[in-house]
Every structure is written in C-alpha cells, then in structure tokens.
C-alpha cells in the first residue's frame, strides 16, 4: 500500500518574492541644454586662444590664435553649433568684456583694423563645419587631411577676404597693399588648420559622441 502524498507545510512554500524598488529613469540631458553647454565652451575657449600673448604687426591686426579656435568651433560642433559659438564670443566682446586680442571689448573694436577679421569669424566657422561634414564621411586614412583642407578652404573664402576688405576699409589701403598685409598671416593660419584638423580627431576619439551630434 503506497503512502499518501503529503502536502507542503505552509512553511514550506516559498514566500513570493519581494516587488522591486521603484528606480527613478535616468535623466536624459535635453538637447538644448547639450548645445547650450557646447556653445558655451567654445565661446570661452575662443576668448582663451584671443587673449593668449599676441605677436604684433606693423599694420595693428596681431598673431593670435583666434582663427585656430573658430575653426576647430566648426570642425567640432558643425557648422550651425560652431557659428553659434563664434557668434556668443562677439557678442561677449562687443558688450564690452575684454575677450579680443590685447584685452580689447566693446564696440570701439569695429572702428580698427580687425574688423574683417572678426566679423568674418562667425561664417568661418560655420563653413568649416559645413566642409568637415563630408570630410568626416571619407575614408579613416583621409580624415585628417580632409578636415586641414576644410578650415583653410573655410578661412580663405571668408576670413581672409573679409579681413582685407577690413584693412582697405580702415587703413585707407588700396587692394594690393591689403592683400600684402594679409599674406603675412598666411603661413601661420595653415600650422593653425593643421593642429586644429589633429585636435579636433582627438576630441573625437575621446568623445565619440560629438561626431554622432555634430550639427
């Protein structure tokens, strides 16, 4: 005769297992506030590169490492993001804070020689952005040089010309004269496009995520 099953003790069964804790959702960073927080750092980093020592000329538009940080703005951020940011330094500069080159602020900055410069940096910066668009797209082995051609091409179409026509403009010069001051800067803005190009591959190196949000 076979025993009757038995059955479990009521201590016997397992209790049921406890609810989760409610864990709140993680807090998504808006993209606003990514592009604000961008903007902003490049702005500043911008003002950091102008007010650096400057290497004096003859003709009042100094050495300085302005045009590497408006380009590497657009090859980093993109050409809206970057335009933006070169846009929030003037703005900065031109409300009367001492972010231009020597300390300078205010708008007594547009009656100079470096108006041209300055005002072109915004378009700079957006066509680099624009140019490092595709030049991100090539081949691992091509970035680089893509990315230096992109800022000299950005430079030479809006920088340079518009610097010249601000030399004509507040000097007086006649073409030729202003074209000569402006190739004095020429040597140094390619060194320029060429550390900004390398730089800007390290950022994304180490944060992948800007090449997947440049805009």
Known sequence: MTDAPQRPHPTDVPAPAAAPLDVPAPVTRTSLATDVALVSTFAAFIAVCAILPAIPTPSGVPITLQTFGVILAGLVLGWRRGALAVALYLAVGLA???VFSGGAGGLAVLAGPTVGYLLA???GAALAGAFAGR?????????YAALVGSGLAASFLTIHPAGIAGLMARLGLPFGEALAIDVVYWPGDVVKNLLAAAVALAVFRAFPDL???RR
């Open 121 to 123: 940096f915004p378009f």
């Open 96 to 98: 009367g804070v001492p």
């Open 211 to 213: 090449l997947r949000t």
């Open 135 to 143: 030049a991100l797209r090539v081949p691992v082995a091509w970035r």
